[in-house]
């Protein structure tokens, strides 16, 4: 079982940048996909981002792209999440995910989540 631990979450005026980071431990993860979902007040967790294995690939929501970017390091069994130009619906809680089939947007292909992270950006 691989346990994932976020950190990096905190509160940032809108516009201004997060960098999350999300370290697994229990095993290595260097062959999974992983990838960040968030949870806003009310409404459903929904995708953010996913990274392939070797770091490949990258897949973005809409509402993300060319704000946020993905990327990982397998040699410390991390990921990361580069948030710039934030703004108030950004504010969620983010989660971190792996997976060994994991497929971006897909919460039933996420073998493991991490406790979450509470981002706030204010206005």
């Known amino acids: 079982q691989v346990q994932l631990v976020e950190s990096g979450g905190g509160l940032v005026q809108a516009g201004g940048s997060l960098r999350l980071s999300c370290a697994a431990a229990?095993?290595?993860?260097?062959?999974?996909?992983m990838g960040w979902f968030r949870q806003a007040p009310g409404k459903e967790r929904e995708f953010v981002a996913a990274i392939s294995w070797n770091g490949g690939s990258t897949y973005y929501a809409h509402s993300v792209k060319g704000r946020f970017a993905i990327s990982r390091d397998n040699a410390k069994n991390t990921v990361y999440l580069q948030m710039n130009s934030l703004n108030p619906d950004d504010t969620a809680v983010y989660y971190c995910?792996?997976?060994?089939?994991?497929?971006?947007?897909?919460?039933?292909?996420?073998?493991?989540w991490g406790q979450g992270t509470q981002v706030t950006v204010s206005s």
């Open positions: 229990g095993r290595t993860v260097s062959s999974y996909a």
């Open positions: 995910a792996v997976g060994p089939a994991l497929v971006p947007g897909i919460e039933a292909s996420v073998s493991s």
